[in-house]
């Protein structure tokens, strides 16, 4: 997913999500996140997830693909938003993991691909984990604020928008 925007001098230039997503881990001063991918991701596309993030200077200390339970378990990655999984999500499931699985090592939590939907279980998470925690989403929504020049705190929607 991609997003056009104009730039200062009046052209267009793409964004992509993930862009956001690394400068919103920035933001929040984490350099080693534990990388938390959706179970549409392959195993290809956990791998490069994991690789980008290196490549721009912020080393996974640890990734995570998420069970989205037993009545997805025998779909292959690549099937299971198409099977409407996208809208199944329970975001309790999502929470108990992550906090189980989250390394010691990971000084934040990165939720990446902009299909979870986690938004109410970031601050929970930043409590909890006693870290930022940084969704895809949330992190394209700061990103869109701060560009708009709007610097307000949006409280219950974790550290990064406060």
Known sequence: MT???PSSSGE???RFPWLDCVAALRASGVKRP?????PWFNDV??????AYYADQGITPAGHYRYDPGR??????????YG????????????????????PDAADGV???????????????LERDLLRPVVSANQASLWHCLRLSGVHAPVSG??????
């Open 34 to 38: 534990f990388l938390v991918l959706p």
């Open 45 to 50: 596309a956990v791998a490069a997830g994991a």
């Open 71 to 80: 009545k997805w378990r025998d779909l292959p990655p690549g099937d299971l």
């Open 3 to 5: 997003s056009s925007q």
């Open 157 to 162: 929607y974790g550290k990064l928008l406060c």
């Open 110 to 124: 990165l939720i990446a691909g902009t299909g979870f939907r986690c938004v109410g279980i970031l601050d929970a």
């Open 83 to 102: 099977h409407g999984m996208g809208f199944e999500q329970e975001i309790e499931p999502l929470y108990a993991q992550i906090r189980a699985a989250c």
């Open 12 to 14: 267009t230039f793409t």
